[in-house]
């Protein structure tokens, strides 16, 4: 039996929060991706964890509950080429900011997943180290983040095959990395990275 996680509901009760975290900053191809989740303060459920901490079916289970009793919830990505250009930690905090630029509602403040974030325009920020097993909105991010980046790399893994993608969402695997030995490096992946 799965033992539940009990994610804080929020930081501060009395004001809008939302949760930010991104997906595939490890990965060797395709975009990073992020989400920003605004959850009601009596949001709960059992399964909601850091996405890394459950399989995808659970994932895929909890995406469209979020979505559907989310207050606010955007994503976004920035490109392999951008990640080349800027580097990952700068692609990965646009991606955050890009998701709260989408939200339906602003939100009063924004709790991060990690340990760096740019200020986002006069709205005040909270930094937490493994924020995705702690608070709910995070957590709620991560999974969202995490699902539409598989799904974007689902689609392009049926326009390069070669590389697995559809098993390793390009992850740096043996497999991965054996692929691009033999075959070379795509379009989709990450030149600033090591490759091989």
Not at 77 to 86: F, L, M, P, R
Request: charge should be neutral.
């Amino acid at each position: 039996m799965k033992k539940e996680v009990c994610l804080a509901p929020y930081l501060n009760s009395e004001v809008i929060e939302a949760g930010c975290d991104e997906a595939g900053r490890g990965c060797l191809a395709g975009a990073v991706f992020a989400a920003a989740v605004i959850l009601p303060k009596d949001f709960y459920h059992p399964l909601l964890n850091d996405s890394k901490q459950i399989c995808a079916r659970d994932r895929n289970l909890l995406r469209p509950v979020i979505e559907k009793n989310a207050i606010a919830w955007a994503v976004a990505s920035v490109d392999n080429e951008e990640i080349d250009g800027i580097n990952i930690l700068k692609a990965s905090i646009k991606a955050m900011h890009l998701a709260l630029n989408k939200l339906a509602v602003r939100p009063e403040f924004i709790l991060v997943d990690g340990n760096r974030f740019y200020n986002y325009p006069d709205i005040p920020h909270s930094c937490i180290i493994k924020g995705d097993s702690l608070f709910a909105s995070i957590a709620a991010a991560s999974v969202l983040a995490k699902t539409h980046r598989d799904e974007y790399m689902l689609s392009i893994a049926q326009e390069f095959p070669l590389y697995g993608w559809d098993k390793n969402m390009a992850y740096p695997t043996k497999a991965h990395r054996e692929a691009i030995e033999k075959h070379g490096a795509c379009r989709y992946h990450r030149l600033s990275y090591k490759l091989l």
